[in-house]
């Protein structure tokens, strides 16, 4: 059984948000013609609280985008965004989200960022995506949504990691591109096996 994985297409990941993807927004009409699709459709929505320890602002003498360790490793700091009951952490308004049968929340413990729908970022605390898939008996996931080399491709990885098949639809991902980052994603999640198309080629 298929599903559709839409990641992270929230207003503060959209341009005049805190943490814009650029051109994040114009994904949308493809993800909701693929939303119409699918009869299996998963959201999954950044939920931090405030004061989040992967905010630059809660680490004195850090900027956005610098990076600090913590307990599970190295942890870029990002700008203040998707905090928790706040306009930046709703989906995007011209997002079909009506078809959604779950909405997995991630990033709300405080001391631990997530960037996969699976894992938070010690790799050990499961969001509880893999067991609701496993109860629905989906194996076959279609990646699309913000931003391709983070939240997309970690979680893209770590579905394959749980045993699923993963795929990313190429024109329904934007990504950040920080000193490298996007190229090197389409390369990890390439390596890994992940299958890549464009909408067209599920549209047919």
């Not at 749980?162 to 000193?179: R, S, T």
Request: glycine fraction near 10%.
């Amino acid at each position: 059984m298929k599903a559709l994985l839409v990641i992270d297409i929230q207003n503060d990941f959209c341009p005049g948000g805190a943490l814009a993807v650029p051109n994040g927004d114009r994904i949308i009409p493809v993800v909701n013609r693929l939303i119409d699709q699918f009869d299996t459709v998963i959201q999954t929505q950044d939920w931090h609280p405030a004061g989040h320890h992967s905010f630059a602002s809660s680490h004195e003498g850090k900027n956005p985008y610098d990076t600090t360790e913590l307990d599970y490793g190295t942890q870029v700091l990002w700008p203040d965004h998707c905090v928790q009951g706040s306009k930046g952490a709703e989906f995007h308004p011209d997002l079909n989200s009506l078809k959604s049968q779950v909405v997995i929340r991630k990033g709300f413990r405080k001391g631990i960022d997530s960037y996969s729908t699976f894992f938070e970022n010690d790799q050990e605390t499961s969001t509880g995506l893999t067991g609701y898939l496993k109860n629905r008996g989906i194996t076959e996931l279609y990646a699309v949504g913000l931003a391709t080399d983070f939240c997309v491709k970690w979680s893209v990885l770590d579905g394959i990691r749980e045993g699923f098949k993963l795929h990313i639809v190429k024109d329904a991902v934007a990504g950040i591109n920080l000193n490298g980052s996007l190229d090197a994603a389409w390369r990890e999640m390439k390596a890994a096996g992940t299958g890549i198309l464009t909408s067209d080629q599920l549209l047919k």
